[in-house]
């Protein structure tokens, strides 16, 4: 997120109050791993129609671990906002991150996807 | 949604596969009441943190109903998307809908604020 940290103040203050956030401010946040390199950021947060849970946090990698700037699909269950960091640290080490699978509508179309992509983080999918 | 219907099909394609939608999609995406008249768009959705649920949509309304263009809060669960309308239905009538609050961080603050929201469409609350 290349806003100031005054932005970043103004944008909490209206989109993110108690335990609710908006789907704009995820968009743009960086991510982190565990020992605080900048990975990339969030493009879009996946929805599951039919239970309004959010399915998966769409990244765009920056380079980083020798991940290339593609799409990458990582479960929204491995995040976890840091508010000093001002960003979502992902609970994965360097290896399972360089697995993370490439977003696209094939891997969607494919029933077993959403069971590899959560098997890999070690989480629930998200439909438990 | 002011996209063309070549535009919504190639958003169909690219971010509205299977079970999943992208917020990225919702955005912009018109609502309707039950007679298919045009209430407006969608802003934003609300993210619930801890469960990674949708709680709300934020729409902002055109002015039918005599609801002025403020940021409303619908309960995401009673929107249902109509693929032949491209938006969403709102299971509500005319007199709830404009009763339904304008969207702030006062009323977000305020514990009870979303059982009365929830109570007024006659929905369960996201949380349950």
Redesign the interface.
């Known amino acids: 997120m290349q806003t100031s940290m005054e932005n970043r103040q103004d944008r909490l203050?209206?989109?993110e109050?108690?335990?609710?956030?908006?789907?704009?401010k995820?968009?743009g946040t960086d991510i982190y791993n565990r020992r605080g390199d900048n990975l990339g950021e969030v493009e879009?947060?996946?929805?599951?129609?039919?239970?309004?849970?959010?399915?998966?946090a769409?990244v765009t990698f920056g380079g980083f671990l020798g991940i290339g700037a593609e799409r990458r699909a990582l479960p929204?269950?491995v995040l976890t906002?840091d508010v000093e960091k001002g960003g979502y640290v992902v609970d994965a080490t360097d290896d399972v991150l360089r697995q993370a699978p490439v977003y696209g509508?094939e891997a969607?179309?494919d029933p077993e996807w959403g069971n590899r992509v959560h098997g890999l983080f070690g989480v629930p999918p998200?439909w438990h």
Do not use: C, F, P, Q
Request: proline residues 0%; glycine residues 6%; without cysteine.
């Open positions: 203050k209206k989109d109050t108690g335990s609710l956030i908006s789907a704009d995820v968009h879009n947060v996946m929805i599951d129609k039919r239970t309004g849970k959010v399915a998966y769409v929204w269950s906002y509508v969607e179309n998200y």
